[in-house]
């Protein structure tokens, strides 16, 4: 009995121990640009460019391939640098989109663009310029793009209105899981909440809409759930009893926009 006490202590010590040290978890080699992106359909992925075969390839956090997107051929050109993968920020379809770098092989100039998964270029940003994404409070993200001349030395700044925004962040909270900023439909608070196993969530459709989506967030941003609604109700019934205990998020979207998103709490 003694024995198995102490082995029962031993692993249970080898176990607290394991956690409590910073682990490796995967090498990733022969990479370059390895990013992390927080995408609104499918939550967190590391990224990185694969610049020999001219390709973004996409990893889960648990290290497996997610996607891997092809970067459009350009002659003269090749690709040294992507950044800026999102699914929402820059288009509204749901195709990811991502800013990209472009080196001359000749005496061409450098240039930048944003271009969408499909190899769709969304926006050429000119010949030497050096694009960026900020955020000017709540949901609002611009594009900014800078023309350098003769190393740092800046020929011009245009700025770039985006019709997107970018998921919540996990510690953050929610700063509205939504396409654009535009509230145009009214989300009321769910009840009960917290809950257990059903919480009501009422909405009202507004300027002349008829139809809409009501969208279920873990709090990563992923997308769980996607209701159709109509103005012949006002409210939905969501059976919780299949998610885990944590916080959720909802909003609705409809022709006119997107509303802010809402908090929902499932305890056990």
Known sequence: MKTTILISLATLSFSLSLKSQILLENLYTNKSSFKIANLTQSG????????????????NTNHSVFNTITIPTVTNYTCTNVFELSDNLFNSDNLMEYCAS?????????????????????????????????????????LQT????????????????????????????PTSIVKNNSTTSTMPNAYPNPTSTQITIPYTLTNGDTKGKLNIYDINGKALREFSVDNAFDSIILDTQEFSAGTYYYNLTTNSGVSNAKKIIVIK
């Open 44 to 59: 967190y992925k590391y990224y990185m460019l694969d610049v020999t075969n001219q390709q973004i390839v996409i990893y």
């Open 102 to 142: 472009f080196k001359a092989s000749s005496t061409i100039n450098d240039y930048s663009a944003v271009i969408s998964e499909n190899g769709t270029t969304l926006l050429n940003c000119g010949l030497r310029t050096d694009p960026s994404v900020f955020n000017i409070g709540g949901n609002i993200y611009k």
């Open 146 to 173: 800078v023309r350098v001349i003769g190393g740092t030395y800046k020929d011009s700044v245009r700025i770039y209105s985006l019709p997107g925004s970018k998921p919540c962040d996990a510690c953050g909270g």
